[in-house]
Structures are given as structure tokens and as C-alpha cells.
């Protein structure tokens, strides 16, 4: 599934147009010229993609914050041909922050926590239902990203 994620271009993020991609690649040489390693954006590089942002679907509402994991989880649970993607979101001029958040099958972002998600960008790895529930009691892997790298994927 890791490489079958439809690709998005660069996004309008406010009146700034940037890629996702670059946006983390410049994230991950900063970290490493403070001497900080970020592994979750290097597997996030390698195996993940952009995504389309959107508003959040008619009749769902925006969830709470910090609940994205989840959020996302339980809506692909109930929209199976929807994909559970982790990776990282970028607001307007913000940082990339780790998120998660459900796509549907041409890539379109379905984000039920964050306010504005059409005014997002969105990088990330795909997960399918299938994928997502794999491992789910594995000790210390709270995220489905955190459990496909602990098993090399």
C-alpha cells in the first residue's frame, strides 16, 4: 500500500504556496543542524506522499484537538474504502506536526480535528483498515506509523 497513495502537488497554504515535501525535507536539516535526529520524518520521506486538502465532509464535526489519531482511526473504521494516513500537517506558516487524519480513494484529506484543514498541507503514509488494526496491543507503538517502523515495513 506504501507506495499505491495517489500524489497531491504543492498546496496553498494562506498566501504561501509550498510542497509538503520540501517543507519537511527543511524541518529535518534544521532538527539535524540542532543535533536532533527525527526518524519518523525520514520513514515519513521515504514512504510517504501528499495529499489533497479539503474542508471537513458535510455533517461531520470538527473533533477535538489532540484527538487526530483517534479520529482518524475510527472514521476509516466506518468508511473502509478510505485509507488511514500518519504523517505530518503544516497550517499556515506553522512547523510540520505529527498528525493523522483519513483519505479518500483519489487522495482527498479528510481531517476532523484541525479547524481550517483546506487550508493545510498534508504529507504523509498510507495505512488500510486492514494495515491500521495490525499490531494494535503492541507495547509502547501508540501510533500506527510507530508500529509499521518497528517491524521494518
Known sequence: MRNSAP????????????DPRR???????????????????????AHGHSYQASKRPKGE?????????????RYVLRHPDHVYVEGFGMGPNG???HHAWAATPSGVVVDLVWPNP???TYFGV???AE?????????GLCTVLARAMARGE
Do not use: N
Not at 7 to 18: H, M
Open 7 to 18: 500524489t497531491g502537488g504543492a498546496a496553498t497554504v494562506g498566501s504561501v504556496t509550498d
Open 118 to 120: 483546506e487550508e493545510c
Open 61 to 73: 464535526r470538527k473533533r477535538k484537538d489532540g484527538s487526530c489519531f483517534e479520529a482518524a482511526f
Open 95 to 97: 512547523p510540520p506536526i
Open 23 to 45: 517543507a519537511l525535507e527543511r524541518h529535518q536539516r534544521v532538527s539535524a543542524q540542532a543535533g536532533v535526529a527525527d526518524v519518523m520524518i525520514d520513514y515519513v520521506l
Open 126 to 128: 498510507p495505512f488500510t
Open 131 to 139: 494495515e491500521m488494526t495490525k499490531d494494535t496491543k503492541a507495547k
